[in-house]
């Protein structure tokens, strides 16, 4: 774990200046990225386009999550009810659902902001991204395969399903790392080295065929 942080802080300052997303697809900017957590934000970011999906700078336990994407059109229809918590950052309630503003110090802000991005959600174009993290476990996978959206799963277990990406780093972990973590000075994060978002992101693709280093 130590020698971990010590790769990290190193690492990171020469990967985020190396950084470039690389563009071999003409995309549509007309897409939803619903994630449990800010990989979505990133891949918004990245590729240089308008968040359309309010679930930016935050993240949502697995559990939730998975409720949450069984039934999307619904809890996108509530509003979001500030929850007193002992986290140092916002926490709201969509009906059952918990959201934490990690990224926000204000939640009037982070309210604004959910309530500014769910409007522009495309229902006819959601990809989901989903990690198994944040209290995820196993007999989730069977509520997940419910989701009627592309979706994927990063796992650290090796799991022979299509939207399943296998993180191999993570193998002997209890789950994945933080999957926004460069692995390399190249600038590529855990996410884009296992999975090529970009070609899911055209519509035209398996999910199964987009997942990388497979071996």
């Keep these: 774990m130590i020698l971990e942080k010590i790769y990290n802080k190193i690492t990171r300052p020469i990967a985020r200046k190396n950084h470039k997303f690389p563009r071999r697809f003409t995309l549509e900017d007309d897409f939803t990225i619903i ?72 939640f009037d802000e982070a309210r604004e902001k959910w309530n500014e991005r769910k409007k522009r959600v495309n229902f006819d174009k959601i990809f989901v991204i989903m990690t198994d993290r944040d209290g995820y476990t196993d007999e989730l996978l069977g509520e997940f395969d419910k989701i009627e959206y592309p979706k994927v799963l990063f796992s650290h277990k090796f799991i022979d399903r299509d939207d399943v990406a296998y993180v191999k780093r993570d193998r002997r972990r209890k789950e994945c790392r933080d999957l926004t973590d460069y692995v390399n000075l190249k600038g590529v994060r855990s996410y884009e080295y296992y999975f090529d978002f970009e070609k899911w992101f055209t519509g035209k693709y398996e999910t199964g065929d987009c997942k990388l280093h497979i071996d």
């Design 35 to 106: 994630s449990c957590n800010c990989i979505g934000g990133l891949l918004y970011h990245d590729l240089g386009m308008q968040f359309k999906s309010p679930t930016i700078n935050m993240f949502i336990p697995a559990p939730d999550f998975v409720r949450f994407c069984l039934d999307l059109k619904r809890y996108l229809s509530y509003d979001v009810e500030k929850v007193e918590s002992e986290e140092k950052f916002p926490v709201g309630k969509i009906g059952d659902v918990t959201v934490n503003f990690m990224h926000y110090s204000d």
